[in-house]
C-alpha cells in the first residue's frame, strides 16, 4: 500500500531541496527521519514536515505498520515565481523572482 503527502509553494528553491531529497530516497522511513533530524539544511525541516505527514496518513488512512514503511518516492519540483520588485538608482527598478517548491513523498512497503 502507498501514501502519499504533498507540500507545494515551499520557500525554497528545487535545486536545494533535491539535495537533501536524493539522501532519503529508498530509505526506512525511520533512518530517514533521524537523518533528516541532524541535517544542517533548510530544505531538511521542511521535507522532515512532510515525511511526517506521509507516515501519519498511512498509519490512519491504510492502518500500516509504521516499522516496514519506506520512502518508496520522494521528488522535489519547481513551483511558481514570487515576483518582487527591487529599487535601483535614477528611477529604476530590477525584477526579483523568490522561487518556490513543490514536495511529493511515497511511502510504502
Known sequence: ??????????RLSA?????V????RGKPVDQAMSA???????????IRKVLESAIANAEHNDGADIDTLKVKTI?????????R??????????RVLKHTCNVFI???D
Not at 500500500?1 to 515551499?10: D, K, S
Not at 531529497?21 to 532519503?24: G, K, Q, R, S, V
Not at 520588485?85 to 530590477?94: E, P, T
Open 1 to 10: 500500500m502507498e501514501t502519499r503527502a504533498i507540500l507545494r509553494g515551499v
Open 15 to 19: 535545486q536545494k531541496g533535491r539535495l
Open 21 to 24: 531529497a536524493d539522501l532519503i
Open 36 to 46: 533528516l533530524a541532524f541535517m544542517p539544511k533548510k530544505g531538511a525541516g521542511i
Open 75 to 83: 521528488f522535489v519540483e519547481r513551483g511558481t515565481f514570487l515576483k
Open 85 to 94: 520588485f527591487q529599487a535601483r538608482a535614477k528611477g529604476r527598478g530590477n
Open 106 to 108: 511515497t511511502v510504502g
